[in-house]
């Protein structure tokens, strides 16, 4: 009898439509439509609690009415959360049905897999991959590749930096900064950043763009700017956004490193509190990761002519400021730059991406990398946000990343060629 009880419980978890409003046996994602202020308030708080995990905005602070909301809900949550949204007339969309499913096809290893075609650039890595690759493209590529460590994470693992160059010697050689992984379950980013490097490499006297880039300009690459949050995000908690480091005042873990830098430090859109994802830290810089991209900048300002961060999702091409709604003094320039990236993505790639100065395009926000660097004396400063608007948002499947990465290619070799004629040292 209890067998069959089991049994007809059982046959009807099968039964719910995939759209399943009430239990799912899996974690979801949901789209939800804000329309009030009152909604809003409800949503805040449902987002701050029952143990979801908040995609899109980033914070609870940024949910106003006629914002359209990304939350991870775990499968045991979704009945009391939908429940909730049903109560407040909040209509919803499930994005994801079923994300350990999509997180297992990301973290398998695709090399024991032979019914697999895709490149090593078409999936994702493991950190421990990513520090092989990191050696050995610097073996396979001695005259282009350089590789220096330029500090170490909160849990001490090393932060190497690649610095790729063309054969032609020239004196005074200006440079391109590229950091990708910043926030951790951003896995496009360093996939990307990987991608960078690969194709560079790969076309470097035989692609026009790439040979004047790296014949004009040294370019660093730092792949994985948050190794251990990084980690986390495969071994424990595919969801984790902040680095590792411990606080003295709080059982939470982590600090937003793209809060962290010294740009109108956690003011108003940044939380000084540990527990939050938008948490700044103890002061400016106090995150060794942080830290150790800032002291990197400032020992080369004087070459770096482009600084550019690598996010994800949304799609968007942003500049400063994000800490002010303050125009930057060369605005104009900034946006006619990622406006003719954006231009080309669309006409080659079909794809839209935003552009624009990163408070009115995405959200205030104090502390931002590119923020830091454009104000140290790095006027063309960028933050990209990759594929895609929430279709999949951080659990981009490894079949798009060819696709994203091409993209985001496109629009950096349209940026940096400007700024190569742009910056053309005098004689
Ligand atoms: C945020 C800041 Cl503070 C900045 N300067 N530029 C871009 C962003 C957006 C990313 C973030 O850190 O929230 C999106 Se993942
Ligand atoms: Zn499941
Ligand atoms: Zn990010």
Redesign the pocket.
Known sequence: MKALLIWAVLLNFYKLPKTGDCASTHDQVLSIQVTTHQQADIVRNISSQYETVLWSP?SPEYIGAHTEVHLFVPANKLGTVTDLLQTHLLTHQVLLDNTEDLIEMQTRNESSDPRSSASYYERYHSLEDIYYWINKTAQDYPDMVKVTLIGSSYEKRPLYVLKLSGRQERAEKRAIWIDCG??AR?WISPAFCLWFVQYSLNFYNLNNDITEMLNSMDIYVLPVMNPDGYKYTWTTNRMWRKNRSLSKESNCVGT?L??NFD?NWCTK??SNRPCDE?YCGQFPESEPEAEAVANFLRSHKDSVKLYL?I??Y?QML?F????SNEEVPNHAELFELVQEAAMKVRRYYRNNYKYGA?AKT??L???????WAYNLGIHYSF?F?LEDRGRYGFLLPPSLISKACNEALLALKSIALRVIQKTQPQP
């Open positions: 980033t910043i926030h951003e937003d793209n809060r740009a859109g940044a938008i961060s996010h994800s949304g942003l400063p400021y994000s800490c990163s995405i959200y926000a104090p502390g931002g990398s590119d923020d933050t946000e």
